[in-house]
């Protein structure tokens, strides 16, 4: 279980998340949905260690990450999938997968294995740079990226931007079989609402840094989605 206990983050004196808390189960998909500013990417950050924490506590399976830096909290099973992708453009797939897995060099063979059963379109592509590959194509290769770790917990920002409508129902798809395979906890950051609807199991809604709304994904209702969501 991930549990975010109390989390507030600041740039410089501004607060930009105050006060967050909420818990993922292994059998849960979560999706952090807000309008732009709100806080999101910057409570995922907190979450990997890339920004430091102003209060409170991340614990993923009984241990504290809090006081760990972010390449720790990766060996103890946090993956992240950063907005905008952040593929290395010059190296191959098979490099970007790769270098993604230094740490887990015995399994090296096998991790690339399961992220090809998940992704097979990298087969095709293996040899060639990813900054070639098309948005659908990168955002594959970032999801396999994260799985290369064999992570005890995900976390995606955004990971329909700039994507094609039929890869985004694909990758949808793809992220249920992930998780009904490896059964731990996900996070999305997510401004698709059919996607986010789609995925999640329960939703919590950011505004100026704080959740105001939260449940079961069936309940997210027009009335929430008119009031913090719509632009
Ligand atoms: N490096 C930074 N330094 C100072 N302020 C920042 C920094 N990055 C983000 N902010 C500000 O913090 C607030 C929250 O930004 P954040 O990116 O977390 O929001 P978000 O909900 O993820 O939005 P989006 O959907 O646009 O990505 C915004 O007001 C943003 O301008």
Redo the contacts with the bound molecule.
């Keep these: 279980m991930l549990e975010i206990c109390n989390v507030s983050v600041n ?2 004196q ?1 607060r ?1 998340v105050n006060n967050v808390s909420f818990q993922v189960e292994p059998l849960e998909k979560m999706v952090i949905l ?1 309008r ?8 995922l950050k907190s979450i990997i260690g890339l920004l430091p924490l102003q209060n409170g506590k991340i614990i993923l399976n009984n241990e504290d990450l809090s006081g760990l830096k972010a390449y720790e909290r990766a060996i103890s099973g946090v993956a992240y999938v950063p ?1 905008g992708r952040e593929i290395i453009p010059h190296l191959t797939v098979r490099e970007n997968l790769e270098l993604a897995a230094l740490a887990h060099t015995k399994e090296i063979t096998q991790r690339m294995e399961e992220v090809f059963e998940y992704f097979p379109i990298l087969t095709e592509h293996l040899h060639r740079k990813g900054g070639v590959l098309s948005g659908g194509q990168q955002q594959q290769l970032a999801i396999g990226r994260a799985l290369m770790s064999h992570p005890q917990a995900l976390l995606l920002d ?1 990971p329909t931007e700039g994507i094609q409508p039929n890869v985004v129902a694909e990758i949808a798809n793809i992220l249920i079989r992930i998780h009904r395979k490896m059964l731990i906890p996900i996070i999305i ?1 997510e ?1 698709n609402l059919k996607f986010a609807r789609k995925l999640a199991d329960r939703f919590v809604v ?1 505004q100026k840094g704080e959740i105001v709304a939260s449940g079961k994904s069936g309940e997210l209702t027009d009335e929430i989605i008119h009031k913090y969501l719509t632009v």
């Excluded at 732009?36 to 409570?43: C, D, I, P, S």
């Design positions: 740039y410089g501004s930009v807000g732009n500013g709100v806080g999101k990417t910057t409570l907005q955004e950051v401004q950011m």
